[in-house]
């Protein structure tokens, strides 16, 4: 079953209150590679990242790509959206963001 929180961080207040660590996504410029989609009924976010990336761990990209809201993985159909193909530097820079 997917967990968006599999990943985040814990941390320790200096009251010993605990809370979940911010994830931080990276900006993603459009690029010349990206490709254009149209989305059909149905469609998702994380069914998209499955399609382009073979991980539906990788929604967040074609959301933060497209400026939705992070908290909605629906998508209204005729929307097109920017699916960015080279995703290598966005992982990177979110790995260097989030595994400190």
Request: proline share 6%; charged share 25%.
């Amino acid at each position: 079953m997917f967990n968006r929180y599999k990943d985040t961080k814990i941390k320790i207040s200096s009251n010993k209150d605990r809370y979940f660590k911010p994830t931080l996504y990276p900006a993603i410029p459009e690029r010349d590679t990206d490709i254009m989609h149209n989305v059909v009924q149905g469609e998702r976010l994380d069914l998209l990242a499955h399609k382009y990336y073979g991980d539906v761990n990788y929604w967040w990209i074609i959301s933060k790509a497209n400026g939705l809201n992070p908290s909605d993985i629906g998508l209204d159909p005729a929307t097109q959206l920017r699916i960015p193909t080279d995703i290598g530097e966005v992982l990177r820079a979110f790995n260097s963001e989030n595994l400190k």
